[in-house]
């Protein structure tokens, strides 16, 4: 994998001591014709250098993954 990354915003993982949250933006992720990606990393301990569970969103998906998110929300 290449392409640009640009953190966003780290955020405190609940429920552990040191986890954290990690929100990026990838430029051409997948090479020169791929398309820009939102990167969510999980990682149990914040000096971590790669996160355990990664997912990367395509930018022409994001709002909906927001609104399911924002449904997921008001369910638990």
């Not at 780290?10 to 430029?27: D, F, P, Q, W, Y």
């Not at 998906?61 to 609104?67: A, G, L, Q, R």
């Amino acid at each position: 994998m290449g392409g640009t990354v640009n953190e966003i915003k780290k955020v405190v993982l609940s429920g552990t001591k040191n986890g954290r949250i990690t929100i990026t933006a990838i430029e051409k992720p997948y090479g020169a014709n791929s398309e820009s990606v939102a990167s969510i990393g999980i990682s149990l301990k914040a000096n971590a250098t790669e996160p355990e569970w990664k997912v990367h969103i395509p930018k022409t998906n994001i709002d909906e993954v927001i609104e399911a998110l924002q449904k997921v929300k008001e369910t638990i």
